[in-house]
């Protein structure tokens, strides 16, 4: 029950990974002083849709073959990048989650129709919107280094690909691994799962490093602008 045969990822862990995430987003949203505002539920919503018009439109329109593809991940590499910025302008506990969701219905609305709903929903707000969150909360509104003195570009380097390398495993083992053989009637390949995990990482690491001190630069000037 606890292995990849022949690739999906086993019912228990799923179902703990996310009754686990639920119940910790529940704590954080109470725990966190910082509560967010109407002006940061607006960035957050326009921010989880320009990161949808980023991976679906832009993104899927960088045509790269196999095996170019998915070493070179312009899709989530741009959802990365704009989703960071989101973030890091924000920097309050539930405008992961909230820009993710808004990033799924305007997915769907514009892409993917709504097949698979709300699994989708439910993956996306508590993978990589929970994600960003966890680091708000436990840098304490310093996410990427803002507001830091000292090292600030260190911390962006070190938080930015830290949350890479964790969103690199969300697809291979949860989208493709879980949500989509339900969804869609396949049965996954561990094989594949591995070469996704092994093709995903370095990327991912490498752009959320660079997408993270980005994001702290453009928060940086506006916040000296407001």
Same mark, same amino acid.
Do not use: C
């Given at each position: 029950?606890?292995?990849?045969?022949?690739?999906?990822?086993?019912?228990?862990?799923?179902?703990?990974?996310?009754?686990?995430?639920?119940?910790?987003?529940?704590?954080?949203?109470?725990?966190?002083?910082?509560?967010?505002?109407?002006?940061?539920?607006?960035?957050?919503?326009?921010?989880?849709?320009?990161?949808?018009?980023?991976?679906?439109?832009?993104?899927?329109?960088?045509?790269?073959?196999?095996?170019?593809?998915?070493?070179?991940?312009?899709?989530?590499?741009?959802?990365?990048?704009?989703?960071?910025?989101?973030?890091?302008?924000?920097?309050?506990?539930?405008?992961?989650?909230?820009?993710?969701?808004?990033?799924?219905?305007?997915?769907?609305?514009?892409?993917?129709?709504?097949?698979?709903?709300?699994?989708?929903?439910? =993956?996306?707000? $508590?993978?990589?919107? #929970? *994600? &960003?969150? /966890?680091?708000? +909360?436990? @840098?304490? %509104?310093?996410?990427?280094? !803002?507001?830091?003195?000292?090292?600030?570009?260190?911390?962006?380097?070190? =938080?930015?690909? $830290?949350?890479?390398? #964790? *969103? &690199?495993? /969300?697809?291979? +083992?949860? @989208?493709? %691994?879980?949500?989509?053989? !339900?969804?869609?009637?396949?049965?996954?390949?561990?094989?594949?799962?591995?070469?996704?995990?092994?093709?995903?990482?370095?990327?991912?690491?490498?752009?959320?490093?660079?997408?993270?001190?980005?994001?702290?630069? !453009?928060?940086?000037?506006?916040?000296?602008?407001?």
């Amino acid at each position: 029950m606890v292995s990849l045969q022949p690739g999906i990822t086993p019912l228990p862990i799923v179902i703990t990974y996310f009754a686990a995430a639920s119940v910790a987003a529940f704590v954080m949203l109470k725990k966190s002083k910082a509560r967010m505002k109407l002006m940061d539920y607006v960035v957050a919503a326009i921010g989880g849709a320009i990161t949808s018009f980023a991976d679906h439109v832009l993104g899927h329109a960088v045509y790269l073959p196999t095996p170019i593809y998915p070493f070179v991940n312009p899709p989530f590499w741009f959802r990365i990048l704009v989703f960071f910025i989101t973030v890091g302008l924000v920097r309050k506990v539930g405008a992961g989650m909230l820009s993710m969701a808004v990033f799924d219905l305007v997915g769907d609305l514009t892409h993917f129709g709504f097949a698979g709903e709300p699994l989708w929903l439910i =993956e996306d707000v $508590l993978t990589y919107g #929970f *994600m &960003a969150d /966890v680091a708000i +909360f436990l @840098t304490k %509104g310093r996410l990427f280094g !803002i507001g830091e003195r000292r090292y600030a570009t260190l911390y962006a380097v070190f =938080e930015g690909g $830290l949350l890479g390398f #964790f *969103m &690199a495993l /969300v697809h291979p +083992f949860f @989208t493709y %691994g879980f949500f989509a053989p !339900i969804i869609k009637g396949f049965v996954p390949s561990q094989a594949y799962v591995q070469f996704l995990v092994i093709s995903y990482i370095p990327g991912h690491v490498a752009v959320g490093a660079l997408s993270a001190v980005i994001a702290a630069r !453009i928060a940086r000037v506006v916040r000296a602008a407001v």
